[in-house]
């Protein structure tokens, strides 16, 4: 599979390199990692990334203009994105062949080349094993491309703690960062908060509802989220704010994004919960998904289903 795509790699001039919408640090590494380690080794090729740019993590990457024209006779790579209305620019189909490359559950089958590995710790370590294609083909890792993918690893394995870490995570992170790049500024500007979002995550803190089950409940209006001045993305960064709790096994913020929109960002400790996502008009990982409603009522619904999931779950 690594082999077929660095062949469609090196057969196209022009490759346009996608993501899903509201990116984050494994979405970009691995979008704008691949790039580097294209360019590297073919310089002579275009190679374009495709979707909005994303502003709270501008230091990772730029997205680029692409025109229709851009798309012909062009290959495009999908990464990290499990199901076609999730990728950022929905032109992903004009291009001449398409390559979906991701570590989510593999719930929306696209692409005329599909490499999904389930059991990778992020998109980036994929590329990182798709790099070793390259290297045998006398390609080299640049620095940029490192700190590229080292902040996808990092981000999708919150800092090398949760359990899709594995053995092979830690190597390619080894080698990762051989490379010349600064590991410490790049935590900074990954984690660094600003002292409206830190408010909020006492707010949360404080009002978190922990039920019987051992499902955690937080619930942010939009009035909630005015008064401490964060938006609703920037809220997402206090998600696992009180993952430590004792007794606590899975947990949602409800975040109001408008009266008819409800996001909803699921977590879990033990329960598989990305089937109940997909209930509520979402997906992803067994122990981190999205899902969204469109109303208080379907919020309520939505506690009483993960109230079972959790009260089934041993422990
Ligand atoms: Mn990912």
Not at 181 to 196: G, I, Q
Not at 238 to 261: H, M
Request: charged share 30%; net charge negative.
């Amino acid at each position: 599979m690594k082999k077929d795509i660095y062949e469609k790699i090196k057969e196209y001039e022009k490759i346009i390199i996608h993501r899903h919408v509201r990116p984050d640090p494994d979405a970009l590494g691995s979008q704008a990692g691949l790039k580097e380690i294209i360019q590297q080794r073919f310089p002579g090729k275009k190679v374009l990334l495709a979707g909005e740019q994303e502003l709270s993590l501008s230091f990772l990457a730029s997205m680029d203009e692409i025109s229709d024209e851009d798309l012909e006779n062009a290959l495009v790579i999908v990464c990290d994105t499990a199901n076609r209305e999730r990728i950022d620019d929905g032109r992903f189909n004009d291009g001449d062949f398409l390559i979906k490359i991701d570590h989510h559950p593999d719930v929306d089958v696209y692409g005329d080349i599909s490499w999904v590995e389930t059991d990778a710790s992020s998109t980036s370590e994929m590329i990182c094993s798709l790099f070793e294609e390259f290297e045998k083909d006398g390609g080299s890792m640049p620095d940029e491309g490192a700190r590229l993918l080292y902040a996808g690893i990092v981000g999708d394995t919150g800092r090398f703690r949760f359990s899709n870490t594995t053995e092979k995570t830690f190597y390619y992170a080894g080698e990762l960062i051989k490379h010349k790049f600064s590991r410490t500024a790049l935590y900074d500007e990954m984690y660094e908060t600003s002292l409206p979002l830190l408010r909020l995550e006492g707010y949360v803190l404080s009002n978190l509802e922990l039920r019987p089950s051992g499902a955690g409940v937080v619930t942010l209006t939009m009035d909630k989220l005015e008064e401490y001045g964060v938006t609703s993305k920037e809220a997402a960064a206090i998600v696992n704010a009180f993952s430590t709790l004792r007794g606590l096994k899975a947990w949602v913020f409800f975040v109001e994004e408008s009266p008819e929109l409800i996001r909803i960002r699921l977590r879990s400790k033990g329960p598989e919960i990305h089937k109940l996502a997909e209930k509520y008009n979402g997906g992803g990982h067994p122990m981190a998904s999205g899902a969204s409603a469109s109303s208080w009522e379907e919020t309520e619904e939505f506690t009483a289903d993960l109230d079972k999931i959790c009260s089934e779950f041993p422990g």
